[in-house]
């Protein structure tokens, strides 16, 4: 199993239209969550972090289950603007453990 | 505030031949993180430098290597170029006391024919 799934996408929806990501993660003690945007040839960027009591940032809230191992964002009244890939991230325990495990990511088309 | 500086941005070696990529970290950055991302796959962790030393290491051969330098901004060199190892390269930037805050640099595209 890989350590971070995501739907594979990719997702073609009109403006306006609300759309939601999944993602598993592998390691039960996984402890810091995140949604990454990346647009067409460019660096990712963070969205937003995710927490256990859930968050919401505008038209975008993120949610943690750790009794399922699944992270999940909901875009709200999709913008043209949104079109671009958006990516799960996890970072594994461990001592020292400095690295970001990143899913595959899940393309979103916003269409007019 | 000048943010993550990667140089160069594109690149196209042969195979076999050795490959230098240089990261700036943004301003006030101490930590810098290296990636590898291949057409149509998430980054993937190469290693991470922290106080001039690789503080951890991911799953990369040791064809590649890296060096930070004082003044926090890091080299990439990858030897006997594969195929394979034709990807995005992201330099990422953090402060030590705030390692999830990663700035991102927009890439090293290297291309190996």
């Known amino acids: 199993r890989k350590e971070v799934e995501q739907d594979p996408g990719p997702f073609n929806v009109p403006e306006g239209a609300t759309v939601a990501f999944n993602c598993t993660y592998s390691n039960s003690a996984s402890q810091s969550f995140f949604w990454y945007r990346q647009d067409c040839r460019k660096e990712p960027k963070l969205l937003m972090s995710v927490y256990s009591s859930g968050n919401e940032d505008g038209r975008f809230t993120a949610q943690l289950n750790r009794a399922s191992q699944y992270i999940s964002l909901l875009i709200r009244d999709s913008k043209l603007s949104d079109s671009a890939t958006y990516l799960c991230v996890v970072n594994p325990p461990g001592a020292g453990s400095y690295q970001l495990t990143f899913g595959k990511g899940t393309k979103l088309s916003v269409i007019p | 505030d000048a943010g993550v500086t990667q140089s160069p941005t594109h690149l196209i070696k042969t195979r076999g031949q050795q490959v230098t990529l240089r990261c700036s970290p943004k301003?006030?950055?101490?930590?810098v993180s290296w990636y590898q991302q291949a057409l149509g796959q998430g980054p993937q962790f190469i290693f991470q430098y922290y106080e001039e030393e690789e503080r951890q290491r991911g799953n990369f051969p040791d064809r590649f290597s890296g060096h930070q330098f004082p003044n926090y901004s890091s080299e990439l060199n990858v030897n006997a170029l594969w195929l394979g190892d034709s990807a995005l390269y992201l330099c990422?930037?953090?402060?030590?006391?705030?390692?999830?805050?990663?700035?991102f640099g927009s890439g090293t595209r290297l291309t190996v024919v």
């Open positions: 301003s006030g950055h101490d930590t």
């Open positions: 990422a930037s953090s402060h030590k006391t705030a390692h999830y805050g990663y700035t």
